[in-house]
């Protein structure tokens, strides 16, 4: 009983302190790094804990004491007993297994209280099963090197690890699961959201339908940290001359090192604003990945503490900066050239309105767009566009 006390009072401790805008994952680090008496397994459950309190802090009233939302928040995210809920509130306990909707109904709770954004959702995404995401914990994804196959299922057999196979080189593991003493990470295999490695399924098909002269040169503009890279390297099976860039040098160092692990050459790296003009000499490319910054609401379920830091206003201002990368990057685009326009937003002014914005103001044909939704598959909800220079 004074373990489940602990628990709730040190999450208590790191929710109240929390700062807007920190990722919860680091401040629950430098928590810990201070509170010694912690053992692993207690950082684990404080940890979820307090995950699950932002998972579902707008559907309390202020009538409720921040360690009851902590017991409801734990009763509705989590599927088997727990030790809390155990200790503290047995009843609750009992009905842990339930399903989302029953629990909800238990508490009188409404669900479209989740999720306060509503009206800036585009029309293809189901509102209450994106609100209903928020309280689950998506699942860790992996995706397979081109010939690493036999060698990633005979570590996975001999490990005893489980998983379950999303496709031929998709693999999906409960979250928390340790690869790194089991794989080489980039080599063998990505660690890659489910949605993240089928972004450029469209473009793919473009490419092996048309007659393009390999290796096709593809500008990574936004590129972070290289997750497309390896992917538009992969599906073209190394038939790519790669330039990428970010606005961060260290973002840049951490890419170089990575595609080094995956044993990628890039053609050309350099760090530039590109919500400013950039000058790139005379080069022109065949493909532009544009995986632009932006809410990341489609991933909120994964940092509930972005959406608990996010105010309506912030939004004007990623719109405003993805046009001007768009516009920044377009004319290097050569003709006939593939523009791929990603986010993980679920707002419409940032993807559908984006795409009226470069067909009508920039001149670009709209080939396919739409949404990677991963609300029903415990995975990120992305939006991609194709486009084409005419």
Known sequence: MSRSFSYISS????????????????????????????????RKIIGAICFHYFRCQCLWSSTFSIRQKIIYSIFLC????HPIL??????????????????????????SSIFNFTSLLSEEIDADLFALSFLCQPDLFVRIRPGKEKL???????????????????????????????????????IQDLNSQKVLDGLLRKIISGSFKM??????????????SILIHDLLKGNVKLTVSDVRESILKNLQIRLQEAGIKIYHQFSTDLTKPVELAKDMFDVILCDVPCTGSGTWSRTP?????????QLEGFVSK????????????DKNGFFVYITCSVFKRENEAQIEFMQNHLGLQLLEMGYLKGYTTAADTMFVALLKKG
């Open 11 to 42: 999450a208590v401790s790191i929710i109240e302190s929390y700062e807007k805008g920190l990722p919860l994952s680091h401040h629950t680090k430098s928590f810990f790094s201070k509170e010694k008496k912690f053992g692993s397994r207690d």
């Open 78 to 81: 989590e599927k088997v007993s």
């Open 86 to 111: 155990h200790d503290l509130d047995p009843l609750l306990n009992e009905k842990i297994s339930a399903s989302i909707e029953e629990k909800i109904n238990y508490l009188k709770l409404s669900p």
């Open 152 to 190: 990633v299922f005979a570590a996975l057999e001999k490990k005893e690890i489980l998983y379950e196979s999303m496709a031929i080189d998709s693999l999906k593991f409960k979250n928390g699961t340790k690869l790194e003493d089991v794989f080489k990470i980039n080599k063998e295999i990505v």
């Open 215 to 228: 290796p096709i040169s593809v500008w990574d503009a936004c590129a972070a940290s290289g997750g497309k």
């Open 305 to 313: 503490e972005q959406y608990f830091s996010f105010e309506t206003h």
């Open 322 to 333: 993805q046009q001007q990368i768009i516009a920044n990057t377009i004319p290097y685009l």
